[in-house]
């Protein structure tokens, strides 16, 4: 059935054998290239395909049988429901541990170039620094933020600029800091080698947040939008996995049988058994005791994959099949090399801002940090658009995606003076996480973000991943930084990859971010203008793989003729057009709590500013449909799996 209405196509659907009634609302828009389907990347971390709360696409609509597919997209509960409190607790529980895996890597990783290999309970100490502000900037972001169900934690494009930075030579770890049995880690010079360090990290990263703070607060980022295509995204995102195969392959190399087996155990969890469903037993007062299938494979592949490889390391250590002499190759696979930090670590501890000192600033830390600012402001906008569709909630308006990139920054900034020596970003892996449990409810998000919260002040939690073996931690990142390579590469499906000049862009990118930063690495005194802020700068810029491959796909896209199909932009912006409007149901979803939204209606100079929401949204004139339905309320059943499959990492 369909209705025109103020130049709109309003479309019924009647889903399954529901009496209710749904309407999806679109903007006809001839000049947009068709929609592109998944092209078969219907796998881990590579698509992320969904509708809204019983809104299917009117595309999808017309081809999938009513009864089945309906029933299949129905979320049980949507953005703006509040499930049961037990339930809360635990999906929050479970999206804690699918984000995991990205949380812990990120202070793992830069313990290298923080001088911090041997300290195990200064690296408990980041662990459970990060989760506390997780749960922070997970708080802040469903609170005040995009409003939408999405999870706060640790980015890796981050990451590499803080390891290009700390890899200048005057920040290079004394090689007595390699050397387990020359290390005092209770010692002043041994704090003062990491905690300089950190410092100036943290220093940096506030720094360039405030950046992200301005473009999102001044709503700039639609300015950026507009320049940045996915010949930009896909190389940037690429390099990101690639420039960290010297970590995963130095931490794999301890022990390349254990790596190799956690590299298994997460591809087999994560690929072959995904679609296996375990029974478990459960209680309800209708069935009483009764079992429920879960597919826990697809939800937790990597927490699995390491439990299992990391309980298996603990066997042979215990019968000393590893060798206990240090310098025998397997001697790093044991579990009791950090044995002291669980006892060592206190229960409780309260991470709190300049914990390790006064931040200190760098001109070259603030440029490099701003080229992983940039790309993580651009990585969450898919996001949030893809939260919405997985959540039941309308396009995001402008208002929400500007607050959310601005309270983004707000976390990094947080995150720098905690001193987590990383930012936050949305997760990627936990919105395709909506799509396996069918709930889509904020509370859910919130329930995760006390429990992060909860995580990081309890020290022993932070002391017990400290503890899992180097090789097992290197086959997590073989599969993890793999990943995140493709899923750049995924951005590529916008554009049309038959066009000579295509290829020769993501070609000259993708070579030149990993050829640049491997000379000027072997050759750090190459650069020398005579000013030593501007060598600190070009030295960070030019080692950072990410900002290298970014810039020049940059560069070629927007200079080197091409219609804007081949470039792949007409299908980008229609992958992340905002069609909502100021709908009621958007405002419902989007405008801030607390009746702070109604508050500042009440003044009209106020709808200006880019991060409020519009004065009182307009109805759809001259249609009497009930908009209600589009927040069903249904019991939380057995739905079957979606087709969407969470990311093993970012």
């Not at 375990?278 to 697809?298: A, G, M």
């Not at 992983?372 to 997985?390: F, K, P, T």
């Amino acid at each position: 059935m369909v209705y025109t209405c103020s130049g709109k196509s309003i479309q019924i659907y009647y889903l399954g054998k529901s009496s209710n009634t749904t309407l999806h609302y679109k903007e006809a828009e001839a000049d947009m290239a068709p929609e592109k389907d998944s092209n078969g990347l219907d796998n881990y971390a590579f698509a992320l395909e969904g509708r809204f709360c019983d809104l299917p696409d009117s595309k999808h609509g017309e081809e999938m049988d009513s009864s089945l597919e309906g029933d299949n997209n129905k979320l049980a509960y949507c953005v703006t429901d509040v499930p049961p409190w037990y339930l809360c607790i635990i999906l929050g529980i479970q999206h804690c541990l699918t984000a995991f895996g990205g949380i812990i890597a990120i202070p793992l990783i830069l313990s290298q170039g923080l001088c911090l290999q041997f300290d195990g309970l200064t690296q408990s100490h980041l662990i459970s620094t990060i989760f506390f502000v997780s749960g922070i900037c997970t708080l802040l972001q469903v609170t005040f933020g995009i409003r939408l169900p999405i999870l706060q934690g640790g980015t890796f494009t981050l990451l590499a600029p803080s390891m290009a930075m700390l890899s200048m030579p005057e920040w290079t770890c004394p090689a007595w800091t390699q050397n387990a049995s020359l290390v005092n880690t209770s010692s002043t010079e041994f704090m003062e080698v990491w905690q300089s360090r950190m410092r100036a990290l943290q220093g940096s990263i506030m720094v360039g947040s405030l950046f992200q703070v301005f473009v999102g607060f001044s709503g700039l980022i639609g300015l950026f939008m507009r320049f940045i295509g996915p010949l930009t995204i896909a190389p940037t995102i690429s390099l990101i996995g690639l420039s960290l195969f010297d970590s995963a392959g130095t931490s794999a190399g301890n022990h390349w049988g254990i790596s190799t087996m956690t590299t298994a155990l997460i591809i087999m969890f994560s690929q072959y058994l995904r679609h296996i469903a375990v029974p478990f037993p459960t209680y309800s007062k209708e069935k009483n005791l009764h079992t429920s299938r879960v597919y826990v494979f697809q939800i937790l592949p990597v927490l699995l994959g390491i439990t299992l490889s990391w309980l298996i390391c603990y066997i042979l250590t215990i019968y000393n099949v590893f060798p206990t002499e240090a310098d025998r190759y397997g001697y790093l696979a044991r579990t009791d090399l950090k044995g002291d930090v669980m006892s060592q670590a206190p229960w409780i501890s309260f991470p709190y801002p300049g914990q390790w000192g006064m931040p200190t600033v760098s001109l070259a830390g603030v440029v490099g940090i701003l080229a992983g600012v940039i790309s993580s402001m651009i990585e969450s906008v898919g996001d949030y658009h893809a939260c919405a569709r997985l959540s039941g909630a309308p396009p995001p308006p402008k208002h929400a995606i500007n607050r959310g990139i601005g309270i983004e920054g707000l976390g990094c900034l947080l995150a720098g003076a905690w001193g987590t020596g990383n930012g936050t970003t949305s997760y990627s892996e936990n919105v395709g996480a909506l799509g396996i449990t069918k709930v889509g409810s904020r509370m859910v998000i919130v329930a995760s973000g006390v429990l992060m919260v909860v995580m990081g002040v309890f020290g022993k939690v932070g002391a017990i991943f400290t503890t899992i073996p180097s090789p097992v931690v290197g086959g997590m990142f073989m599969v993890m930084f793999g990943v995140i390579s493709a899923a750049g590469v995924a951005n590529l499906q916008y554009t049309d990859m038959n066009s000579s000049r295509n290829i020769f862009i993501f070609g000259f990118s993708m070579f030149s971010g990993l050829v640049i930063p491997n000379w000027i690495f072997k050759n750090p005194k190459a650069i020398a203008t005579g000013v030593v802020e501007l060598d600190q700068v070009l030295q960070v810029l030019l080692t950072t793989s990410m900002f290298v491959g970014g810039f020049f796909g940059f560069i070629l896209d927007n200079t080197i003729p091409g219609s804007k199909h081949e470039r792949g932009i007409l299908a980008w912006n229609k992958a992340h057009e905002d069609d909502s409007g100021n709908t009621l149901e958007s405002g419902e979803v989007y405008n801030l709590p607390f009746g702070i939204s109604s508050y500042l209606s009440s003044s009209s100079w106020l709808r200006y500013i880019p991060f409020c929401p519009p004065g009182e949204p307009r109805s759809l004139d001259g249609c009497r449909a009930d908009t209600s339905s589009l927040e069903p309320k249904q019991p939380l059943g057995n739905p079957e799996p979606s087709p969407i499959i969470i990311g093993v990492a970012l």
